[in-house]
C-alpha cells in the first residue's frame, strides 16, 4: 500500500476522493422529477452550493502578496534555524502541500563553500536532505576528487518542495521562492557558491540555459554579502550524459583554483 500511494504521488495525484466508487451515472436519475412534483432534495441544495462558490470571503491570496509575504518572512529571520522554522509554516507556495518533506539543507553553515541544488528529486523528497539518491553519491565523489568531503561543504535547495510529478516548478513558484533562497545565501555567507543545474540560472536572475552558464564565474551580492558563484553540471545531468563529465571535471578544477 505504501509503494502504491508513493507511486501515486510520484504521478502527480494531489487528493483522494472516497473508498468507494461512486455511479456517476445514477444521479440523474435520481434527480429527476415530474413538472409538478415537489422539489427534490438534490435540487434545493444546489442554491446555497452556488452561493457559497461566490461568496467573497473565500478570496486566495494573489502572487504579489505572496512574494510580499516572503520577503518580510525571510527578512525577518535573524538564524538560519529561524529561517528553516518560517519557512516549515509558510502557505503561499502550493507545492508544499503535495511534498513529503521541506528539504532545506544538510551540513555546515560556517563552511566556505555553498552547492545549491535546483528542485528536489523523489529521492530529495522522501529524506528532507539536499543532493540524495544516485545524484549525492556522484556529489561525493566529485568533491572527493578535489579533495573536499560532504562534511566540508553546505548543502542547501534552492526550491524547497518537489513539484508533483517531478516537473519543473513554474515562474510563480519560483518567485514564492527565492526570498527564502537569497536569505539562506545571506546567513550562511559562504566565499564560494557552487550553483548546480537550474538552480544557476534562477539565483543569478538568468533566463541562460546552464549550458551557457557553466563555466564562468560570477559575483553575487546580497545586500552586504559577496560571493563568487560557478554555475556546474547538475550531478544527475551528469548520470543521464556521462559525456558531460569532462566538462564538470574542468569547473571543478577551476574551483578548487578559486578556493585556493
Not at 468507494?20 to 451515472?25: D, I
Not at 523523489?122 to 556529489?139: C, H, I, M, V
Not at 558531460?244 to 585556493?260: G, I, N, P, T
Amino acid at each position: 500500500m505504501a509503494a502504491l500511494l508513493r507511486f501515486y504521488l510520484d504521478a502527480g495525484v494531489t487528493e483522494t476522493i472516497g473508498e468507494e466508487p461512486v455511479n456517476r451515472y445514477q444521479l440523474p436519475k435520481q434527480q429527476s422529477a415530474s413538472p409538478t412534483a415537489a422539489p427534490s432534495q438534490a435540487a434545493l441544495i444546489t442554491k446555497p452550493i452556488r452561493q457559497n462558490s461566490a461568496a467573497p470571503n473565500t478570496s486566495v491570496p494573489s502572487l504579489a502578496e505572496g512574494i510580499r509575504a516572503a520577503q518580510e518572512i525571510a527578512a525577518a529571520c535573524e538564524t538560519i534555524d529561524a529561517l528553516r522554522a518560517a519557512l516549515e509554516k509558510f502557505e503561499h507556495c502550493a507545492l508544499k502541500k503535495l511534498a513529503s518533506h521541506t528539504v532545506f539543507a544538510e551540513g555546515s553553515p560556517a563552511a566556505k563553500l555553498m552547492i545549491i541544488d535546483r528542485q528536489p528529486s523523489s529521492d530529495e523528497d522522501r529524506s528532507g536532505l539536499p543532493f540524495s539518491g544516485t545524484a549525492g553519491q556522484l556529489l561525493d565523489r566529485m568533491l572527493a576528487a578535489i579533495g573536499l568531503e560532504r562534511s566540508d561543504v553546505y548543502l542547501a535547495s534552492a526550491i524547497p518542495w518537489r513539484p508533483p510529478g517531478g516537473r519543473a516548478p513554474t515562474e510563480e513558484e519560483r518567485a514564492l521562492c527565492l526570498p527564502f533562497a537569497l536569505r539562506h545565501i545571506e546567513l550562511a555567507n559562504p566565499d564560494f557558491i557552487l550553483a548546480c543545474g537550474e538552480a544557476a540560472g534562477y539565483l543569478l536572475d538568468k533566463k541562460t540555459g546552464i549550458n551557457r552558464l557553466r563555466g564562468v564565474w560570477n559575483d553575487l551580492q546580497i545586500s552586504e554579502v559577496h560571493a563568487r558563484i560557478l554555475p556546474i553540471f547538475h550531478p544527475a545531468f551528469l548520470i543521464d550524459q556521462p559525456g558531460s563529465k569532462k566538462l564538470a571535471w574542468a569547473d571543478l578544477l577551476s574551483l578548487k583554483a578559486e578556493m585556493e
